[in-house]
């Protein structure tokens, strides 16, 4: 599992994992900095661009605790976490340009795929729960299935990760079209746009994507009048 989270994000959004040892490289790997507005007791900017297109946020046998440190930077939120979990590997690439909402939202789907889930602290908006991935008392549970078609989404209505690759549609206005028609997601439930790869990534019970693919087959479509 460790290398996992490097391979999707590098499917995804066509990420390039620089080698250190390499000195001709045309994307120069970066070292993420916390956003200022984190160390002053502020909310980032959820706008802000925080990566550049010509950036690669690259990590090998990175510890949880280091990756959940990055995800308050660009969040804004504090990470509570048990001591043995912190102490986890992880690995990972992401490209940008990306802003702050954008490299949160990959992080939390970064430590989905290694088997650590972000929960929201009822009636606290700046506090999350990192745990491993299992039952969620009144949410069901999280998995770690990953999957890019309808095909292989599993007959268990249980939370999944899924790329809904978009043909026709702009991410995000695809993102506002799904969101206008399908309504509220599930307590878990989460949709993000990625501009790099015309995709959406969907946290939601396999039941609900269903719906929404029905929805994407009939809004995904070339405007009336264009082959």
């Known amino acids: 599992m460790k290398l996992f989270g490097s391979i999707l994000l590098g499917l995804i959004l066509g990420a390039c994992h620089q080698d250190p ?3 001709e490289s045309s994307v120069p790997e ?3 900095s916390v956003d200022q507005s984190v160390k002053n007791g502020t909310i980032p900017d959820p706008d802000k661009i925080v990566v550049a297109a010509d950036e690669v946020i690259s990590e090998t046998e990175a510890s949880v605790l280091s990756v959940a440190k990055l995800y308050e930077s660009y969040s804004g939120k504090k990470v509570l976490m048990r001591t043995e979990d912190s102490k986890a590997k992880v690995s990972f690439s992401i490209k940008g340009p990306l802003t702050n909402t954008q490299a949160s939202r990959f ?10 889930a972000m929960i929201p602290i009822p009636g606290d908006e700046v506090v999350v729960r990192l745990i491993r991935s299992g039952p969620i008392t009144g949410g ?3 998995s770690t299935g990953f999957y890019t078609a ?4 599993p007959d268990e209505d249980q939370l999944v990760v899924f790329v809904m690759r978009l043909k026709h549609l702009d991410p995000e206005e695809g993102l506002k079209l799904l ?12 949709i993000s746009a990625v501009p790099n790869a015309s995709s959406l990534i969907i946290t939601e019970k396999v039941s609900l994507i269903r719906q929404m693919i029905k929805i994407q087959k009939r809004v995904d479509v070339l405007p009336s009048g264009k082959n």
């Open 21 to 23: 040892s390499t000195s």
């Open 30 to 32: 970066q070292t993420a």
């Open 107 to 116: 992080l939390r789907l970064i430590l989905l795929t290694e088997g650590f």
């Open 140 to 142: 069901g549970s999280v």
């Open 150 to 153: 309808e095909s292989q989404l």
């Open 179 to 190: 969101q206008a028609e399908f309504g509220s997601l599930s307590d878990l439930g989460e």
